[in-house]
């Protein structure tokens, strides 16, 4: 199996949710999305979908 780069942007995964969200009727706060965003991260990393580098 090829092994690719993929970035993940929290950032960016707090504006997805933000924007599912309000189409479905919900109004959720900026810290909420955040956190929702964290656990996103963090679910993906426990299901080994992604590894965690950080910037040196």
Known sequence: MKEIDV???TEE?????FR???????????DEIEELADITFEY???KCIIDEE???
């Open 54 to 56: 950080t910037e040196e």
């Open 44 to 46: 993906l990393l426990d």
């Open 7 to 9: 970035i993940i942007d």
């Open 20 to 30: 599912e969200l309000l189409k479905r009727g919900f109004v959720p706060t900026e």
């Open 13 to 17: 995964i707090a504006e997805f949710f």
